[in-house]
């Protein structure tokens, strides 16, 4: 047992002075008010939970700043994206999750939805261990210190036109459907350790036909696990699913059985009307990803709409083109800004909820609260950077999620055990230092 004591905390909706957090066992189970107990470690700033990235793609990091000279739009992106997925080894694909998940660490982040395709060697031949990149990553979040779910994701198709697949997508591809569940269930069946959950992903509606989204979805009633899918991220996928199927996508995911509480839908950047309806009356949460919607041109997704439907919002960083959760929070807000013209569409309250909350539910993790029961992990932001200079605990959240940024977290707990000190993480020396060595790995690979 151990006791930590926050000098301000976010507890039940408030910020809060003086609060002990006892935790027995990596869970909270009592927070009370009062004075310091004797041994307690004294936490500064304020705390907060952890924060839960719900949509990552680890080996995009190594394309960041690498994308934007020659223009194009995202179908010109995903061009790039294969020039590193082609040539990644597993070796390296752990190495850079690692430092990823270490940056991830640094910036408050205790809990990471690994949205996983890049399962095969080249052509698409299995490793002699079928999960072996599945593995790389969970270790790799074991490493950095934080919490995993790795949703595994069913990519089986080229296109909704019946393309093949492209040369690169073949690592991504399994042979039939009935081979990808086999290799799930098998990683599901063996214990991946306390910090880890297995979930699964059906890509697309690009990358699977309703049948065998439906099969996914079933996979996932059987084991209890969360199920992820990217949906309508751009105006073409609309288009062509229309076109061949006669439906959206999100009618796609819902005759498929996808929808529903233990579902989160990624983007949901091109849905409207009918679309919004169905997320909403299933209870289907949403992961938005700003920073990425805005770096790839995907648009501004109706983040308002889908929670006045009844759509739980999550946040991801994705292609981390910037890793900063306090980022994702605000530019729902913001963005919204843009197109509607009016501001405080969003409580800031509810965007760190979405930050928190949201994304340890979407995740299947009892945790993103600072409240008894739920999974000891939490952050301590100072309010001493030039950023947060004139914040008071009075002002509420609001200052936090409009101005902090990931600088601004100095300690990270997970289930008690503290993973980042003052700024640094405890359990790698150099993190900007191995993210620069395997980012050159991963580059050096796919010229």
Do not use: K
Request: aromatic content about 4%.
């Amino acid at each position: 047992m151990s006791v930590w004591f926050a000098e301000q905390a976010w507890v039940d909706g408030a910020i809060v002075s003086g609060v002990a957090i006892t935790v027995d066992d990596g869970v909270i189970s009592a927070v009370e008010p009062g004075e310091p107990a004797a041994g307690a470690t004294r936490l500064d700033g304020v705390v907060l939970p952890g924060l839960v990235n719900a949509h990552s793609h680890a080996f995009h990091r190594a394309l960041r700043g690498r994308t934007h000279v020659a223009g194009g739009d995202f179908w010109a992106w995903r061009d790039e994206m294969y020039r590193i997925a082609a040539s990644i080894d597993p070796g390296t694909l752990g190495r850079l999750a690692s430092a990823v998940y270490a940056e991830m660490a640094l910036a408050g982040i205790t809990c990471v939805g690994e949205f996983h395709y890049l399962h095969h060697s080249e052509g698409g031949v299995p490793y002699t261990d079928p999960n072996l990149t599945g593995r790389v990553l969970i270790d790799a979040a074991r490493t950095a210190g934080i919490r995993i779910t790795l949703l595994d994701a069913a990519y089986l198709r080229g296109g909704l036109a019946g393309a093949s697949l492209h040369p690169v997508q073949r690592r991504f591809a399994d042979a039939d459907i009935d081979a990808w569940a086999g290799r799930v269930e098998a990683l599901a069946a063996s214990p991946p350790g306390d910090h880890a959950r297995v979930g699964v992903a059906a890509h697309s509606v690009r990358a699977l036909t309703p049948e065998e989204i439906a099969a996914v979805a079933e996979v996932a009633r059987r084991h209890g696990a969360p199920l992820h899918f990217h949906l309508s991220e751009q105006p073409e996928e609309n288009a062509a699913c229309l076109e061949v199927h006669g439906r959206t996508p999100t009618r796609v995911m819902a005759d498929a059985g996808a929808l529903g509480p233990a579902s989160t839908a990624v983007h949901a950047t091109h849905v409207a009307g009918e679309d919004v309806a169905l997320l909403g009356e299933s209870g289907t949460g949403v992961c938005m990803c700003p920073s990425t919607e805005r770096d790839l041109g995907d648009g501004i997704g109706p983040a308002a709409g889908l929670v006045h439907a009844g759509c739980p919002l999550s946040l991801g960083t994705d292609a981390h083109s910037v890793v900063d959760l306090f980022e994702e929070a605000r530019g729902v807000e913001l963005d919204e800004r843009l197109v509607s013209g009016r501001r405080g569409i969003h409580d800031p309250a509810a965007l760190l909820t979405a930050a928190t909350e949201g994304g340890a539910t979407a995740l299947g993790w009892a945790g993103g609260a600072i409240r008894p029961e739920l999974r000891a992990d939490f952050i301590a932001v100072s309010p001493d950077s030039v950023r947060l200079a004139g914040w008071r605990p009075e002002d509420g959240v609001a200052g936090l999620v409009f101005a902090a940024a990931a600088d601004d977290v100095t300690d990270v707990i997970v289930g008690g055990d503290r993973v980042v000190a003052g700024g640094v993480h405890q359990g790698i020396d150099d993190v900007a230092g191995l993210l620069d060595a395997t980012v050159a790995a991963a580059t050096r690979m796919a010229t």
